[in-house]
């Protein structure tokens, strides 16, 4: 032996490493979401440096972020669940925006316009519109524990359509129940 690593182990390792780099998308199943938005002022200008704090209502962790110099905050890698989103700066007054819904792989948009007044007057928005999703096509899901059996049910067939799987009975069974 000459100490050089067989050529099957080298043939091996290219195949690994090229479907590994060809396949980016395999390492990429996440289970988060992010929100996004931009905070501004009643005449529609940019609020630069607006303290923004997301909170997720189950779990109570908040994330703390700033606007940048066009008014504009991201939150990426959020745990799905339900968040309050809520932003202040001096001489406006606080606004809060609760029940956001963040789900698989989804960036939810909050676009916030704060109201002049003193910082300890809050303004909590309710009848907002629902949400849109615009920041990216990518689509996720969570399946709870109701969805289960009729996944189970489900049989995938080579067309993409899905169809309720047949049970399997004998065909004497069969027979008898059909009163042959």
């Known amino acids: 032996m000459s100490g050089r690593v067989p050529e099957r182990a080298e043939l091996f390792l290219l195949v690994v490493s090229i479907a590994t780099l060809a396949c980016p998308n395999l390492l990429a199943q996440v289970d988060r979401g992010a929100i ?18 997301l909170t997720n209502t189950a779990t109570n962790q908040t994330v703390h972020i700033s606007t940048d110099a066009s008014g504009y905050y991201e939150a990426p890698l959020l745990r799905i669940g339900t968040y309050t989103v809520s932003t202040e700066k001096e001489g406006f007054r606080k606004m809060v925006r609760p029940d956001v819904e963040v789900g698989v792989n989804q960036v939810v948009r909050v ?20 949400l849109v999703q615009t920041e990216t096509s990518s689509l996720g899901t969570v399946e709870t524990a109701g969805r289960r059996p009729a ?18 009975r004998p065909a004497r069974l069969e027979r008898r129940r059909r009163g042959v």
């Open 36 to 53: 996004v938005g931009t905070i501004s002022d009643p005449s529609g200008a940019v609020v630069p440096e607006a303290s923004v704090t």
């Open 111 to 130: 676009d916030l316009a704060l109201q002049v007044g003193a910082t300890t007057q809050t303004v909590e928005v309710t009848g907002a519109p629902p």
């Open 151 to 168: 996944l189970e049910r489900a049989e995938l067939h080579p067309t993409g359509l899905s169809r309720p799987r047949r049970e399997c």
